[in-house]
């Protein structure tokens, strides 16, 4: 305990790290740990929150106490105090309130801390959160307006929230509208109303705003034609993260796909990217929409591709599919002889998917 109070940063980081080892052993020493979160160094900071949540979950008055340092008038200590309250298991009904309060703050980082915790506690917190959040949309910081867009997506709705966030596809800061676009993607069906503004979203000069925007129509439920002449253009867009999305639109908004959509997946099989090839196998892998029907361009991937990390997504794609892949069993062996040493792992599971699929 002694050590926790010692002047050198890395004696009190090795010391947090020890009361780690002890979890809830260390309770005792869970007020001095709370006081450590709000270190100036981040070291310390980070043993810290390992070893009080090794502790258990905070009571209310560990919360209280922590919260407290978001009153600070050192702005470290504040924003400090806002990070740690998301690396514990804070009770929200303690931790959110002065969260909330925080946003109003006048130093950048503090309101960046304290939405990103927000986002964090997520839909426990969003009775008391939402409304200063969606006005966080509009922060002077755009930082803090891409994370407080973040955050709604983790909180399940609520009123102003999608209408909010429409317009925030409007903000002239790219990464604001890309997790504008990805927050209404987690929102899901009660997100449709935002379809029109999405649908124009996928012309955005932004890759990274396209990519959430076409992600985003795909979690909004059966797409009506134009959604889906959208989702199919983006299979061929230049940038690979759009073409990644498109992927995975297309699968998350049919079940099954059409037969355009099927072939526009064998099509992104043979992408020059090996992310989207990558994103189409796990996303096949995952969907019941995987049958024999991509056999023959799996097996392909597995016999032609040079990416080792695409081969052993496309094996375990196939490894789903069973007896109805036993064409492609020659393959699978073929890959379990590759030379990579750090393919050990995947090779085991091409033999898993060959013993399947024969």
Same mark, same amino acid.
């Given at each position: 305990m002694a050590a926790l109070d010692d002047p050198a940063a890395p004696v009190r980081a090795a010391a947090a790290r020890g009361l780690k080892g002890l979890g809830r052993r260390a309770g005792g020493a869970v007020p001095r740990l709370i006081e450590l979160l709000q270190d100036r160094d981040e070291a310390v900071?980070?043993?810290?929150?390992?070893?009080?949540?090794?502790?258990?979950?905070?009571?209310?008055?560990?919360?209280i106490k922590l919260a407290e340092g978001l009153s600070s008038p050192d702005t470290v200590v504040?924003?400090?105090?806002?990070?740690?309250?998301?690396?514990?298991?804070?009770?929200?009904?303690?931790a959110a309130p002065p969260l909330v309060e925080a946003l109003t703050d006048h130093n950048d980082t503090v309101r960046a801390k304290a939405v990103e915790t927000l986002g964090k506690i997520g839909e426990s917190a969003a009775a008391v959160a939402v409304p200063s959040l969606v006005r966080a949309l509009r922060d002077r910081d755009s930082w803090v307006s891409?994370?407080?867009a973040e955050a709604l997506g983790e909180m399940g709705g609520g009123e102003g929230v999608?209408?909010?966030?429409?317009?925030?596809?409007?903000?002239?800061?790219a990464q604001v509208r890309a997790n504008s676009a990805g927050a209404l993607g987690k929102l899901g069906a009660g997100a449709r109303m935002a379809r029109p503004a999405l649908e124009r979203a996928t012309a955005d000069e932004d890759g990274g705003v396209r990519a959430e925007a076409?992600?985003?129509?795909?979690?909004?439920?059966?797409?009506?034609? $134009? !959604?889906?002449?959208?989702?199919?253009t983006a299979v061929?867009?230049? +940038?690979?993260?759009?073409?990644?999305? =498109?992927? #995975? &639109?297309?699968?998350?908004?049919w079940e099954p796909p059409p037969d355009g959509v099927i072939a526009d997946l064998l099509l992104l099989l043979r992408d020059p990217n090996d992310q989207v090839k990558v994103q189409v196998c796990e996303v096949l892998s995952k969907s019941a929409a995987?049958? $024999? !029907?991509?056999?023959?361009?799996?097996?392909?991937?597995?016999?032609? +591709?040079?990416?080792?990390?695409?081969? =052993?997504? #496309? &094996?375990?794609?196939?490894?789903?599919?069973?007896?109805?892949?036993?064409?492609a069993g020659a393959a699978l062996l073929l890959c379990t002889t590759h030379f990579l040493w750090w393919v050990e792992g995947w090779s085991l599971c091409c033999c898993l998917a060959c013993w399947r699929s024969l």
């Open positions: 900071r980070a043993a810290d929150s390992e070893a009080v949540t090794a502790a258990g979950p905070l009571n209310d008055d560990s919360t504040r924003a400090n105090a806002a990070e740690a309250l998301g690396t514990v298991d804070a009770p929200a009904e303690h891409a994370l407080a999608v209408s909010g966030l429409i317009r925030a596809l409007g903000h002239v800061n076409v992600r985003a129509l795909g979690a909004l439920g059966p797409p009506p034609p $134009a !959604t889906l002449a959208l989702i199919r061929a867009d230049p +940038d690979p993260l759009v073409r990644a999305a =498109a992927a #995975a &639109a297309a699968i998350g908004a995987l049958d $024999a !029907t991509f056999v023959e361009g799996l097996s392909q991937v597995l016999a032609e +591709d040079d990416s080792a990390w695409v081969q =052993a997504c #496309a &094996a375990l794609a196939l490894g789903r599919i069973g007896e109805g892949a036993a064409s």
